[in-house]
């Protein structure tokens, strides 16, 4: 495989924690014509990206499988969004698809704020969908849409999560930021949520989301690397309350459009200040194992 030595490397890292692996929350499989736009933006550097950034895992869908079994990575996701109406349904579809053929995928579906949606996202909810994606950057929409409420309601009921890219980072959006999630939360204070990428660049308010909601989570895609350190560093001081949240900050990579290799993701978290092997441990695996009910090879 392309990927040997590192894959090498990357199960090292795990097996040295005594993990069966790792779960991965932030990956993206798409249908191949969508992954080949989604790929040609990141090479023209469009302005939501902002800054030169080379696709590391450019390979097809099945090496692309077969390099996180390789890595040992034990759940991901196949993170799927629309940018415009009558595009979420067809997603779902195609994502449901792909967890059949894969099931070392969690069930992944998406949304829009559109008629309908809280009927296409009732059906893959009884479908089996475990993990939802919204993009509020790329889709350019409010949260608080009021065609989003029988979805946020559905998903609270169901206690289902849901990945959000709501920060700002790499670029602001009209709807991106801490303010618009804090409403969200106010209606459905039981929601789900795992906001992506730490919620950078406004780390220390999304902290203080997680900490002071019930079911908000973060996760870790591209934080604290090299990469996204030159213009939006994660805070010095803040790393005690990240530990303080330790339970409820998840794994993600952003696999495969991610302008680094695999292994760099998790040794950028491993040299956090003050984390610990049990620190490492539950964002690596055994937080997003309890989230998604996954058990460890000895139960």
């Not at 209606?187 to 730490?198: E, F, G």
């Amino acid at each position: 495989m392309r990927y040997d030595d590192e894959a090498a490397a990357v199960r090292q890292i795990w097996s040295s924690l005594g993990l069966p692996g790792i779960i991965d929350v932030h990956t993206h499989f798409m249908p191949k014509p969508v992954m080949d736009k989604v790929w040609n933006y990141f090479d023209s550097a469009g302005p939501m990206v902002g800054r030169s950034w080379p696709i590391t895992y450019r390979t097809e869908e099945s090496d692309r499988v077969a390099t996180l079994r390789a890595f040992g990575i034990r759940r991901f996701t196949s993170l799927v969004y629309p940018h415009k109406p009558e595009m979420a349904a067809w997603l779902n579809q195609w994502s449901a698809e792909f967890a059949r053929q894969t099931p070392d995928c969690l069930a992944t579906a998406t949304f829009y704020p559109e008629p309908g949606a809280a009927d296409y996202v009732a059906a893959a909810i009884r479908s089996g969908a475990q993990v939802f994606k919204a993009h509020i950057q790329v889709g350019d929409y409010d949260p608080n849409d009021p065609m989003l409420e029988g979805v946020w309601g559905a998903l609270e009921d169901a206690g289902i999560p849901a990945v959000v890219h709501c920060g700002s980072g790499p670029q602001p959006g009209r709807f991106t930021g801490p303010e618009p999630i804090r409403r969200l939360l106010r209606r459905h204070p039981r929601l789900a949520l795992i906001v992506a990428h730490m919620g950078m660049p406004e780390y220390g308010e999304f902290l203080d989301i997680c900490l002071n909601s019930a079911a908000v989570y973060l996760d870790t895609t591209m934080a604290f690397t090299a990469f996204v350190d030159e213009m939006m560093p994660f805070p010095a001081g803040a790393e005690p309350r990240l530990r303080a949240a330790g339970e409820r900050i998840l794994f993600g990579s952003d696999f495969p459009n991610i302008p680094y290799g695999y292994g760099d993701a998790l040794n950028a978290i491993a040299a956090v200040p003050g984390v610990d092997d049990a620190w490492l441990r539950g964002v690596l695996h055994d937080n997003a194992a309890r989230l998604f009910a996954i058990g460890l090879p000895s139960d």
